[in-house]
């Protein structure tokens, strides 16, 4: 049989897809719920990637308590650096939605445009990467890490000792995954 091609499609997945199978128990509400959040991780894609693109043009947002605008006008104030990998190994690495490193000060902002409740425990982890890759002892220096997300900011100062903690987590998780790679 030759089959078809359908190459417009390689990569993509649908969103009633075979691997993703569970909707064939959904109802038609609940089909709505979750496509709703579909499209609500979608344009959360889009929010990040344009507040990326405004970051690097250096275009502020009119001045208010909307998330968006105070994330995006906060990063250029402090001159960050958005959508930065940060890396570890294969086994650990994240994107950090703005950061910048001066003067011994590491700033890591993220940006939720989702309802769930954020945890500070990413931007840990995002800090604790920071440090590994660029060899950095977090008592040394000062972090600040922000979350923005439902028109408010919050504004967490880590202990240092939590921070190594992860750190230290990820050299033996990632030893540990390697181990397991190899059948040890």
Request: aromatic share 12%.
């Amino acid at each position: 049989m030759n089959f078809n091609k359908h190459l417009n499609l390689e990569g993509l997945h649908a969103f009633l897809s075979a691997s993703k199978y569970h909707w064939i128990n959904y109802d038609e509400n609940k089909l709505a719920i979750t496509f709703d959040n579909y499209l609500a991780a979608q344009m959360g894609t889009r929010k990040h990637e344009y507040a990326a693109e405004s970051i690097r043009l250096g275009q502020k947002l009119p001045k208010n308590k909307q998330t968006l605008n105070m994330y995006v006008n906060d990063a250029i104030g402090y001159n960050m650096t958005p959508e930065q990998p940060l890396y570890y190994s294969e086994n650990c690495f994240g994107t950090a939605d703005a950061i910048s490193f001066k003067q011994k000060f590491l700033r890591i902002h993220d940006l939720k445009t989702g309802s769930s409740p954020a945890s500070v425990k990413q931007l840990e982890v995002y800090a604790a990467l920071f440090c590994l890759e660029y060899n950095v002892n977090p008592n040394d220096i000062k972090i600040e890490l922000r979350l923005y997300q439902n028109d408010e900011v919050l504004i967490h100062i880590p202990v240092q000792e939590d921070i190594l903690y992860i750190m230290n987590k990820i050299i033996v998780f990632d030893r540990q995954i390697d181990k397991m790679k190899v059948g040890e």
